[in-house]
């Protein structure tokens, strides 16, 4: 029993590796040189460029809008999406805010123009709701009920579907 154990295990071994070596074989220098610049892609250089100090107390979560350059920030104390023009960097302007009242946001996303908002109820209980604002005007586009204290928010990649959780 332990010599058929024996040749197993050996017989695994000598196959695995010559798989291992095909797969290798099979790889043509193309392939090789598109997946070489993709695993060495590590020269990012990040660069702290400024802290914008918002009013509210309780600022946690933010999104941001490339196509007007806007972000948007949860005060959490005051029920509000706090909006910040930031097309200048190194002077940022407050802009309107967003009051979700009666209830507190919990997370932010932006996508396509529209921010969507996880909204939970005042009774933490009950069924909050994912609100969708326009970013250029801060309108709201559209309001669903969701299940109770929805804790994220987040597009699809496409911008087609919301997703809480």
Not at 84 to 95: N, Q, V
Not at 131 to 156: C, Q, W
Request: charge should be negative.
């Amino acid at each position: 029993m332990k010599t058929i154990l024996k040749l197993s295990l050996c017989a695994l071994f000598l196959f695995s590796l010559s798989c291992s070596e095909d797969i290798e074989n099979s790889i043509t220098e193309d392939n090789s040189a598109s997946l070489e610049r993709k695993s060495n892609n590590f020269n990012v250089n990040f660069q702290h460029k400024k802290t914008i100090s918002v009013e509210g107390a309780s600022t946690e979560i933010a999104a941001f809008d490339n196509k007007n350059n806007k972000l948007f920030v949860i005060d959490a104390e005051s029920d509000k999406i706090l909006v910040w023009d930031i097309s200048d960097l190194d002077s940022p302007d407050p802009l309107s805010s967003i009051d979700i009242s009666p209830g507190a946001p919990n997370s932010v996303s932006v996508s396509k123009g529209m921010l969507a908002v996880a909204i939970e109820d005042e009774n933490k209980q009950m069924p909050g709701k994912i609100k969708v604002y326009d970013t250029n005007s801060m309108s709201e586009i559209a309001s669903y009920t969701v299940g109770a204290l929805p804790d994220m928010v987040t597009f699809s990649p496409n911008g087609k579907y919301i997703v809480s959780a």
